[in-house]
């Protein structure tokens, strides 16, 4: 059984530098390895939710170039719907990332392009497909006015509603009210809520500041220790999955938000999905770069099932 998944969202190309650190302003250092592949949040997780079992469909903007075709390409081979508009004069989004080759953390600098002037106007053009969803996701790279009317018309329709709240941004309380889920990690916790998070018991006072906004629950993601869950009726702690060695961390909150809507939108319940997005994102930091690593269901069923 599969569920279908809107997710409004921005692609870009990612060029990802590996080095021991990153420069000092004014300094050039030799790095030890470049890639160029598909990234943005939106599209990781359209391209995470589809291999992962959801129907999904993508709401964006591209320019006419060769990062246009690099995005086309990769929701092709993912089993993604584009609900796209190109368009001249302008560029696909490009992302710069920087991985520490030690650890595989990362720091990253995103330029949308087109999709920064995706408009309430475009979602209101997507409004029968949204409203069709089972399961509605947005984060905030495209802006904020397009994805809180995206939330108004999913919320109107019943369709239940995912907040990725990255990257980091103020968010209008009436905005949180719209969301059944919101998903930010630690840094995004804290800049919503004003707890800072270094513990899980750090995640439980985010999560009260956030149910406190009217979201129907927070689901706050602690990297390697998991993932911390609450609503009004309960909260649990769910460990991270963990797959193999950890070779790149960049699309893993990407992967867990995919993996989520793919599972709640075929019907299971929240705490089984939250698990579901755990051994998404288990498996794809095994791998690098962030759309080509995310996993097939088989994959994500197996590592589950062992």
């Known amino acids: 059984m599969s569920g279908k998944v809107v997710i409004l969202g921005v692609f870009v190309a990612d060029t990802s530098y590996r080095a021991d650190r990153a420069p000092r302003i004014g300094e050039t250092i030799l790095g030890n390895s470049f890639a160029l592949g598909p990234g943005g949040k939106g599209s990781n997780q359209a391209v995470a939710a589809a291999r992962a079992g959801g129907e999904t469909h993508f709401i964006s903007r591209l320019g006419r170039d060769a990062f246009a075709d690099m995005a086309l390409e990769i929701w092709k081979d993912a089993g993604v719907i584009p609900a796209i508009t190109q368009h001249d004069g302008g560029y696909t989004g490009a992302a710069y990332i920087f991985v520490e080759e030690a650890t595989g953390n990362n720091a990253i600098i995103i330029c949308p392009g087109v999709a920064s002037e995706i408009s309430p106007g475009d979602i209101e053009s997507k409004r029968a497909l949204i409203e069709s969803?089972?399961?509605?996701?947005?984060?905030?790279?495209?802006?904020?006015?397009?994805?809180?009317?995206?939330?108004?018309?999913?919320?109107?329709?019943?369709?239940?509603?995912?907040?990725?709240?990255?990257?980091?941004?103020?968010?209008?309380?009436?905005?949180?009210?719209?969301?059944?889920?919101?998903?930010?990690?630690?840094?995004?916790?804290?800049?919503?809520?004003?707890?800072?998070?270094?513990?899980?018991?750090?995640?439980?006072?985010?999560?009260?500041?956030?149910?406190?906004?009217?979201?129907?629950?927070?689901?706050?993601?602690?990297?390697?220790?998991?993932v911390f869950y609450k609503n009004a009726a309960g909260s649990l702690h769910v460990p991270a999955v963990i797959a193999g060695d950890v070779v790149e961390t960049t699309g893993a909150g990407d992967a867990f938000n995919g993996g989520l809507a793919a599972a709640l939108a075929e019907g299971q319940p929240p705490i089984d999905a939250v698990r579901f997005g755990c051994a998404t994102a288990g498996i794809s930091v095994t791998r690098p770069g962030t759309a080509p690593s995310m996993p097939t269901r088989a994959e994500i069923n197996a590592l589950l099932n062992r």
């Not at 947005?138 to 904020?144: A, K, V, W």
């Not at 809180?148 to 990725?164: G, S």
């Not at 009436?174 to 059944?180: G, I, N, Q, S, V």
């Open 133 to 226: 969803a089972d399961v509605f996701v947005t984060q905030l790279e495209q802006p904020m006015e397009a994805a809180h009317r995206a939330l108004e018309i999913a919320r109107a329709a019943n369709v239940r509603t995912i907040l990725n709240p990255a990257p980091a941004a103020e968010i209008p309380q009436e905005m949180l009210a719209l969301c059944d889920f919101v998903t930010p990690n630690e840094a995004e916790a804290e800049g919503i809520t004003g707890v800072p998070v270094a513990a899980v018991e750090d995640a439980e006072r985010a999560a009260d500041v956030l149910l406190s906004k009217a979201v129907g629950s927070a689901i706050i993601t602690l990297g390697e220790n998991g």
